[in-house]
């Protein structure tokens, strides 16, 4: 630790006024490549079972997965052997333990090259550690040509594997009952009504209570149609309009908005406003915008989200939009504040929120404009965040973010050694070399800067410090979060 202890030898501790943002770019990590794919999103699981989220997207003849770690980082694709024969294009990709096993496997919605011949939705099912063989026309049945945008996997029957939904763009949306070994059979006869809905994609959830998974379906594309929700009644798949605008949707999210305990649902529109349809119970929705800023209706949008971006125990709501993308804090009581100054101005089609770097709150994953960009905004309201590099000779900042009133205990050291404290989080320094800085308190913004002097040593050069801190609640026993880890490399 003799550099690191050169370095906190001029250590200076500063408040700082500035205005913490909800959002702000990863630093420091790999963001995945996905320009190439023609998945919209990529689906997220921890597929190896390491307790870190991975990705994993299609690429028309396959899939490629990337390993997440501990930092929220991932690695560089693993493409997994291609779909054989190729008779069309792999769309997007759902993840479940389909054969029983215990193990994450994949399935792909597909699109047919042409109508000459009946096709399967491709199966990758997993046999090992982050090993995957490719199953093309044995576990799914042979399909006349159909366009299945997505797939959705759920225990329709409750028999206690998971059975397949596909969306059918332009025809009758299908059933695949699962044997229980991950071969399943076409049961679209007795398992759900007869429809042409135009579905796009799929949200599995149980809405109304009763231990049956419902779904809940967007139709979209170049259709304008209403969205709708299928209704698991004790293994048929029921499909009732829902009464509202006929948009296509791009994006879809149901949480309980107003905390009356009944799900709602949120439509992401494409060159459109957004659908809010908050639940009734038995049932019932009532679909009504009007509690929502005007800046939120006053532009096309293209994908919505529900997070909990600020910690306070209600869902917020996230939209992507064709102008820039929108945050709405909810205040309780249907009512929203408009706070997206606080995030980045990007112009994104899409987000995938999830905890990337196990510190306790969401970050996203987004896709950047028409392209398959992929940028990684890290959540802010519990955060050690390095915005600039360290430079010898220079200022380095470290910004201390946690809720008002909290105390913030940050650590530094040379080495890893990761630690998984279940609830509390996942510590990420080795202990030993580590180096502790005094506990601050964080003021009314939520943000505390730690400036450090670096000296002017080349022998610092190339050295890499991590940098953690823990959440204290001084009001409560045994309220402590362990933080997201932040690594500098001086150059």
Known sequence: MAHGTHLLTAVLLLSASCTSQAFSAARGCTIPDWRFASSLLPCIEDFDGDGFLDGVVAYGDSVGIVWGDAAGCFSAIDVLPPISPRLGIAWRVTAGDVTGDGLIDLVCSYFPQSSAAPVACPVFVQTGHRAFTMDHGSRMPLLAWRLTHAVALLDIDRDGDLDALLAVYSGQDLVLENDGAGFFSDSTATRITANQNRSWGFQVIDLD?????????????????????????????????????????????????????????????????????????????????????????????????????????????????????????????????????????????????????????????????????????????????????????????????????????????????????????????????????????????????????????????????????????????????????ATTRFQ
Do not use: K
Not at 315 to 342: H, M
Not at 384 to 396: C, D, K, Q, V
Not at 444 to 468: K, S
């Open 209 to 485: 209570g009763d231990g049956w998974d419902d779904v809940v379906v967007a139709t979209g594309g170049s259709v304008h149609a209403q969205n709708f929700i299928y209704w698991n009644d004790r293994g048929v798949l029921r499909d009732t309009s829902l009464q509202g605008p006929a948009f296509p949707t791009n994006q879809m999210d149901v949480g309980d908005l107003d905390g009356d305990g009944h799900l709602d649902l949120v439509f992401g529109n494409e060159w459109a406003p957004p659908e809010v349809y908050w639940g009734l119970g038995n049932r019932g929705f009532l679909e009504d915008v009007s509690m929502l800023p005007p800046s939120a209706l006053s532009h096309a949008l293209a994908g919505a989200r529900l997070v909990d971006f600020d910690l306070d125990g209600d869902l917020d709501l996230l939209q992507s939009g064709s102008q820039a993308d929108c945050l709405l804090e909810n205040l309780g009581s249907r009512r929203f504040a408009d706070v997206t100054a606080s995030i980045e101005p990007l112009l994104t089609t899409g987000f995938v929120v999830a905890d990337f770097d196990r510190d306790g709150d969401q970050d996203l994953l987004h896709r950047i404009g028409s392209s398959s960009h992929t940028r990684l905004s890290v959540g802010m309201f519990r955060q050690t965040h390095a915005p600039r590099a360290a430079s010898l000779g220079s200022t380095l900042t470290l910004e201390l973010h946690a809720r008002p009133g909290r105390f913030a205990l940050l650590s530094v050291a040379p080495a890893l050694r990761v630690v998984d404290l279940g609830a509390y989080g996942v510590w990420q320094l080795d202990v030993p070399s580590s180096v502790q800085f005094p506990a601050v308190t964080l003021p009314a913004n939520g943000r505390h800067d730690i400036v450090l002097q670096v000296p002017n040593d080349p022998a610092l050069r190339g050295v890499d410090l991590h940098w953690q801190s823990l959440e204290i609640d001084p009001g409560a026993i045994n309220a402590v979060r362990v933080g997201n880890r």
